[in-house]
C-alpha cells in the first residue's frame, strides 16, 4: 500500500500549492489574488516610508512651529517657537522659517504645539488683507467698553463698531462690518476697563477708528 505526503488529518495544502492552484483557476481568481498581492505592498511601503520619517523624501526645508500650545491673542517669544526641517511638499503656503518673523507677534487662533506657523495666522497687513477680501485693509486694535463683550467674539465674527454720538439715542458707527481677527486675554486692569480686540477694516477707516478709541468708550455689535 502506498501512502501520500498530505493524507495526515488536519494539514491543508502548501502555501506554493494553493498559489498555484489560485492562478491556475477562473479569471476573477487571479484578478483577486492580484489585488490582494497590490495592497499588501501598498501597506509594506507605507510602513517603510513612515519608518524611515520624514525627511527620507530627499532634503528638507527649514520651517517655524509652535513648541506648546499657543491661546489666541497670546504673543510669541522665544520660548514658543523652534525651526525644523520639514520635508517640502509637506511645508505649508506662506510658512515661516525664522523665529525673528514671529518673536513679538500676536497670535490670530490657537496653534498646536509642533504646528507650522504661517504670516495669515499672525495679526498683520497679510490677516487683515485675508480677512477683508481687499488688497487695502489694516488691523486695529480697540478697546471694548464692556468686558463682557469679548466673551462673545471669536476670529472671522463681524461687527459693527459703535460710539455714542452727540445724541444718546443716536450711536454713531465707525466701523461697519469690521472683521474681528483676534481677542486678546484679559489683563489686569482697573475695573470698567474692557478686553482689546483686533480687529481689520478698510485702511481709509483705519486711522479714524484708531483715533476715536483714544477718546471715546468703543463697543460692538454683533452681525
Sequence with gaps: MTSKKNDAPGLGPLLPDRVSTLLR???????????????????????????????????????????????????????????RQWPGYLVPVGALTTSAEAEGRVLAGAVNAGEPLTAPRLTGPELARRATGGPD????????????????????RLVDVVTIGERSDQPSVLAAAAVVLTVLPAEVKPAGQGRLVVVAVPRPAAARLAAATLAKEVTVTLR
Excluded at 55 to 78: F, K, N, Q
Excluded at 138 to 154: F, M, N
Design 137 to 156: 485693509a489694516a488691523s486695529v486694535p480697540i478697546r471694548l467698553s464692556d468686558a463682557g463683550v469679548a466673551a462673545l467674539l471669536s476670529p472671522g
Design 25 to 83: 483557476g477562473p479569471g476573477w481568481r487571479r484578478t483577486v489574488l492580484a489585488r490582494r498581492w497590490l495592497a499588501g505592498l501598498l501597506v509594506l511601503a507605507s510602513v517603510v516610508l513612515a519608518v524611515r520619517g520624514p525627511d527620507a523624501s530627499g532634503g528638507g526645508a527649514p520651517v517655524l512651529v509652535a513648541v506648546r500650545e499657543l491661546a489666541p491673542g497670546a504673543t510669541l517669544g522665544p520660548a514658543d517657537l523652534a525651526v
